[in-house]
């Protein structure tokens, strides 16, 4: 098996043609730090239950994950290591993706970070190839897939992974696979539609009041009228934990005027002259930039954190039924 991985380093990655720019000696180090990576892998336990049965008991996760090993091999090994495990050019990608958000990491391997060193890799890597180079460091990362190639080691794909860890609300950007659909939605899609359009039964907090839905109501909030493309999971969570992940684009913007006002919402325009915030009461306000004293981005979501108290569980069903309609 060395055999074989030390051949396999030679083709991946022959220093002159594949590396060029590099400095030879930060080449020589970063095998230095490969071979030692391999070592201390070594000494890592194995689970029980042979690759084999890995293929066997999930063919197409077993796939991807294999796949995305090749591409780790061919594009990122160089700078994050044997094993995602990191490298003194890059950070170990393990820790990292118990940190990024799915989709900060698709956003960072496809955008890079150009003046840190990481490139960017959207020409080379499609979504679904970054899903599986992602796959694979998660699996690393929460201990499933033990050193090595996944060809020749023994691991197994436990039941329903991967689950959302950090971010499912983002998983279904992202394409991950969401768990399978442990939830039956058994709500009525129209006991569902006037609780998002009613203000007698949400008041001020209907839905309607910052969304958007089969072109009716106030577009301080994404647009829902595809939402039911996504996954029921990621729906509830969306209105259960707003602030778990905000939509790109949706941040809360708090300004503090000069003479002391705050003003919440989300930023929809801005000019050399004035900034326009939608605020949660669906209006639009243009603060003069002459005014302004200070712009914070928040990491609290404008959408209400409070619905698992004003809806029953009833109420909810009907409304996530109600949102699985709008395609
Ligand atoms: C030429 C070296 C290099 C290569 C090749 C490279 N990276 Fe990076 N990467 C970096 C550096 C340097 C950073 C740290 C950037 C920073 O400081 O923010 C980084 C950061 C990242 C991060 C963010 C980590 C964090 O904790 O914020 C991700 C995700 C990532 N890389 C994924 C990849 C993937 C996937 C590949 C292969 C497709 C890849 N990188 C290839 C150099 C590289
Ligand atoms: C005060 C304004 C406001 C109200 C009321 C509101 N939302 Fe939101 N909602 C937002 C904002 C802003 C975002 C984007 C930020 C984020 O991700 O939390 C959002 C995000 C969402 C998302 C994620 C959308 C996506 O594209 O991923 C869903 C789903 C959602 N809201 C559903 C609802 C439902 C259902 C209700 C009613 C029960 C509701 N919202 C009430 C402001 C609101």
Redesign the pocket.
């Known amino acids: 098996m060395t055999g074989k991985r030390a051949a396999d380093q030679g083709s991946t990655c022959p220093f002159e043609r594949i590396c060029p720019g590099i400095p030879r000696n930060i080449l020589i180090l970063t095998t230095i730090a490969w071979i030692l990576g391999f070592l201390i892998g070594q000494f890592q336990p194995i689970p029980e239950a042979a690759a084999q049965q890995a293929k066997e008991s999930s063919p197409e996760l077993y796939q991807k994950i294999y796949t995305g090993w090749k591409f780790w091999h061919v594009y990122c090994y160089r700078c994050h290591g044997v094993d995602a495990l990191g490298s003194f050019l890059a950070p170990n990608l393990r820790e990292s993706v118990k940190v990024l958000t799915d989709e900060e990491f698709f956003k960072t391997v496809k955008e890079g970070r150009i003046d840190k060193g990481m490139p960017a890799w959207a020409t080379l890597l499609d979504d679904e190839k970054i899903r599986d180079v992602y796959l694979y460091v998660r699996a690393r990362s929460e201990g499933i897939l033990p050193p090595g190639r996944p060809d020749e080691t023994q691991w197994d794909v436990p039941k329903n992974w991967p689950q959302g860890h950090v971010a499912t609300?983002t998983s279904g950007?992202a394409g991950i696979a969401p768990a399978p659909e442990t939830l039956s939605v058994k709500g009525d899609p129209a006991a569902g539609e006037k609780?998002?359009f009613d203000t007698q039964i949400?008041g001020?907090?209907?839905?309607a009041?910052?969304?958007i839905a089969k072109e009716k109501g106030s577009e301080?909030?994404?647009v829902?009228s595809k939402?039911g493309r996504?996954s029921p999971d990621?729906?509830r969570e969306?209105?259960l934990k707003?602030?778990t992940?905000?939509?790109s684009g949706?941040?809360?913007t708090v300004i503090t005027t000069k003479d002391g006002r705050n003003i919440t919402g989300?930023k929809k325009a801005e000019d050399d002259s004035s900034v326009e915030l939608a605020t949660?009461d669906g209006k639009l306000q243009a603060i003069p930039k002459g005014e302004i004293q200070q712009t914070i981005t928040s990491k609290t979501?404008?959408?209400?954190n409070n619905?698992s108290e004003l809806?029953n569980e009833q109420q909810l069903n009907d409304?996530l039924a109600y949102?699985l309609t709008l395609r």
Do not use: D, Q, W
């Open positions: 609300k950007a609780i998002f949400l001020a907090e209907a839905c009041n910052c969304h301080v909030g994404p829902l939402i996504r990621y729906i969306s209105i707003p602030s992940v905000i939509v949706f941040e809360t989300i949660a979501s404008l959408m209400p619905y809806l409304l949102l």
